[in-house]
């Protein structure tokens, strides 16, 4: 069983920073990517930023491109979510993600409880 732990989430200005971060419970060479997600009231779920475990390709949804940063710590089985240029359309729970195989949407395996980011005007 692999459990992934968000943390980092919490209230922010506009245009300001937070930094998230997952550590997975288990090594992740087992894993083709891992991802964030978020969701806000009464949306959708939203892919927002995934990263390739074994060579470091991202994936940015265009609502953050430019702003957000994945990046991975190979050695200490974690992934992390630079938020920059903060906007109040960013307030969502924010899910860490893992996958097996691939790296669509569709291809996450294991979630976290999710970290809430809350960005005011």
């Known amino acids: 069983q692999v459990q992934l732990v968000e943390s980092g989430g919490g209230l922010a200005q506009a245009g300001g920073s937070l930094r998230l971060s997952c550590a997975a419970s288990?090594?992740?060479?087992?894993?083709?990517?891992m991802g964030w997600f978020r969701q806000a009231p009464g949306k959708e779920r939203e892919y927002v930023a995934g990263i390739t475990w074994n060579t470091g390709i991202t994936y940015y949804a265009d609502s953050v491109k430019g702003r957000f940063i994945i990046s991975r710590e190979n050695a200490k089985n974690t992934v992390h979510l630079q938020t920059n240029s903060l906007k109040p359309e960013d307030t969502a729970i924010y899910y860490c993600?893992?996958?097996?195989?691939?790296?669509?949407?569709?291809?996450?395996?294991?979630w976290g409880q999710g970290t809430q980011v809350t960005v005011s005007s």
């Open positions: 993600a893992a996958a097996v195989r691939g790296w669509s949407r569709r291809d996450y395996d294991y």
């Open positions: 288990r090594r992740t060479f087992s894993f083709y990517a």
